[in-house]
């Protein structure tokens, strides 16, 4: 794969052969809280599937094996 650079400020797209874009790196000093926001959002579509369990089991649970102040 033959890359190459395209350039804007604060953002930079690495391509492919035919200059589909396929990666980027971001100005976290200038983007930080956009990437926050957007790294929450693909967590979230990410996990969306995944089974999720209500917080009082997770706490009760934590309890019975006595890691709940280790972890909280």
Do not use: C, R
């Not at 604060?10 to 200038?30: A, C, M, P, R, S």
Request: without cysteine.
């Amino acid at each position: 794969m033959n890359h190459k650079l395209i350039k804007m400020e604060g953002i930079l797209y690495l391509t492919d052969d035919k200059n589909q874009k396929k990666f980027v790196q971001i100005d976290l000093e200038k983007y930080g809280q956009i990437w926050e926001d957007f790294y929450d959002g693909l967590m979230a579509e990410i996990t969306k599937e995944e089974e999720s369990y209500p917080l009082e089991e997770v706490i009760s649970e934590l309890e019975k094996e006595g890691n709940l102040n280790k972890y909280v």
